[in-house]
């Protein structure tokens, strides 16, 4: 296992401290809608009052609307805590490394975005081992004015990126608070063999999903698996029912065709244990219409139906692990939030442990009040679900492969 912050005393040290705070941001008014993730470092952050910490992290990825600077992150982070929080627009260059050296014990310095920079976005630095992506002017440089690594980071800790795995190879290093506990409650689910588990798949991100599902049944981690959205879409498909053209194209502008096949391939050896919408809704004239999925007409599809959730609903009842990753339909839209919410209600009334991933199924358990009716709230979406499938996450491979190591 790693080290954890208990083994040191970073008092006096420069703690370069990578989080994920990686937040839902509104693309027009830039807006910060949710932050779960900086309540969640809080700990850390407090446990390293008498070091010097340097926050290191991304906020979503080069091309999309929301990728932006770590101003505001930090005026949050700030309000949070309750102390004065500096941000400075560097990563690693020479303003970076002037206030690096110049903070006190208890100063908090957020960096800016690291995928601002080009070595830790490239697919040639991330296709490296983490003891050649230590030889990156990022990490070469940075390290240099800092003296301890911490990652707190487990929602990107599936990355091989040099924020990631390549600090551990040149500075002493443990986990964060965060991190500790993520690896604490998830393999409480993995290590419960035997048990009926039950894993809920839904939301746009049909590949990650299928990906997750392929390692679960493989690994026999999952009894059952549930599908909802785009995955459960394909699934649908797969089994040979029409959900027609519109729903189709939105497949194919997704490039999720050819997840159609490989859906086809996981039924035919784990058919059984997999779970598809009986029934589906879509609108019309301003109203949520249900319809079985034999007979749906070509309209988009916004949600599960009332039968599929009465389904779900028993085989969350009859579990003993529940994991959910991922919303049942367009929740955001009034009338179609219904499966999402039933799927979370039941799972906050089970007595099962309950597991969400993802930051969609997050923000519901928020707004319907049931974040303390689950078990676990894991602040991760694919790092999560990949951790439960048994994968190992590079992040987490670096803190474990370089512990003790360099350290005086
Ligand atoms: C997440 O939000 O899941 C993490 O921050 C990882 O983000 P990424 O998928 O853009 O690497």
Redesign the pocket.
């Known amino acids: 296992m790693f080290a954890t912050l208990k083994d040191f005393d970073l008092k006096n040290k420069r703690v370069l401290l990578r989080v ?1 705070i ?1 937040l839902p941001i509104e693309p027009r008014t830039m807006k910060i809608l949710d932050d779960t993730r900086i309540m969640r470092i809080i700990p850390t952050l407090k446990s390293l009052d008498n070091a010097r910490t340097v926050l290191l992290a ?1 906020q ?2 080069p091309g999309k609307k929301d990728f932006t600077t770590l101003k505001k992150h930090a005026k949050r982070i700030e309000q949070i805590i309750g102390r004065d929080v500096q941000y400075i627009s560097d990563v690693f260059g020479a303003t970076a490394e002037k206030d690096i050296k110049k903070l006190k014990n208890g100063d908090i310095l957020v960096l800016e975005n690291v995928r601002f920079c080009s070595e830790e976005v490239s697919e040639t630095v991330k296709s490296m081992p983490p003891e050649e992506q230590a030889n990156t002017h990022l990490v070469r440089r940075l390290s240099s004015y800092c003296d301890f690594y911490v990652n707190d980071a487990f ?2 800790c599936h ?1 091989n990126q040099p924020s990631v795995v390549a600090f551990p190879e040149v500075l002493p290093c443990c986990a964060g608070k965060l991190l500790e506990r993520e690896v604490k409650m998830l393999s409480k689910v993995l290590k419960s063999n035997g048990t009926s588990k039950a894993f809920i798949l839904g939301g746009a991100k049909a590949g990650s999903s299928l990906d997750v599902i392929k390692n679960v049944l493989e690994k026999d981690t999952a009894t059952v698996v549930l599908t909802s959205g785009l995955i459960g879409n394909i699934f649908l498909i797969a089994k040979g029912f029409h959900i027609g053209d519109e729903n189709r194209k939105i497949l194919s502008e997704r490039r999720y065709d050819s997840l159609i096949q490989e859906a086809k391939n996981v039924l035919d050896r784990y058919g059984d244990k997999i779970k598809v919408p009986l029934d589906l809704a879509y609108q019309k004239n301003g109203s949520r219409i249900e319809c079985p999925v034999e007979k749906f007409p070509d309209n988009k599809i916004l949600d599960i139906g009332i039968d599929t959730i009465a389904s779900y609903v028993s085989i969350i009842n009859d579990s003993k692990i529940v994991v959910a990753n991922g919303p049942c339909g367009v929740f955001e839209k009034e009338g179609f939030e219904l499966g999402s919410y039933e799927i979370l209600k039941a799972m906050a009334r089970s007595k099962a442990f309950t597991v969400i991933g993802g ?1 969609h199924l997050s923000v519901i358990a928020q707004k319907i009040n049931l974040t303390n009716d689950i078990s676990y709230i894991s602040t ?4 999560t679900m990949s951790f439960l499938a048994g994968e190992k996450l590079p992040g987490i491979e670096a803190l474990i492969n370089n512990r003790g190591k360099k350290y005086d």
């Open positions: 994920d990686n991304h979503s990825r929602a990107v990355r930051g991760g979406g694919k790092a």
